[in-house]
């Protein structure tokens, strides 16, 4: 799965941003697709998460701020909506998608994990 995100850029503290990410490639489904991100000095964290059946489940720090979505029309494209921004958000958000292989008779095969190139959200003071 190849992954294309794109949206990150500069903010003034309380403002929003929309990162998006579009995959494309040969995969049967797709299971779930998340955003995670990595500050600097700091490990890579779940930032938010859809499954295929529209779950949603999201960090404690971003909750009732930031809003995962994914496009009904183009289900391969998902959305991460970021309001209320805080200098602590500032980081390289990674778009990640779980996906299944094509297996015999187009049935699903095993699930693998694709990850982006990662999108620069700086969030200033």
């Known amino acids: 799965v190849q992954l294309q995100a794109s949206g990150g850029g500069l903010v003034q503290s309380g403002g929003s941003l929309r990162l998006s990410c579009a995959a494309s490639?040969?995969?049967?489904?797709?299971?779930?697709m998340a955003w995670y991100r990595q500050a600097p000095g700091k490990q890579r964290e779940l930032v938010a998460r859809i499954s295929s059946v529209g779950d949603q489940n999201y960090a404690a720090s971003v909750k009732d701020r930031f809003t995962i979505t994914r496009d009904d029309s183009a289900k391969n494209t998902v959305y991460l909506h970021m309001n209320s921004l805080k200098p602590e958000d500032t980081a390289v958000y990674y778009c990640?998608?779980?996906?299944?292989?094509?297996?015999?008779?187009?049935?699903?095969?095993?699930?693998?994990?694709?990850w982006g190139q990662g999108t620069l959200v700086t969030v200033s003071s």
């Open positions: 990640n998608v779980i996906a299944a292989e094509v297996g015999k008779g187009w049935s699903p095969g095993r699930n693998f994990a694709s």
């Open positions: 490639g040969s995969f049967h489904s797709i299971v779930s």
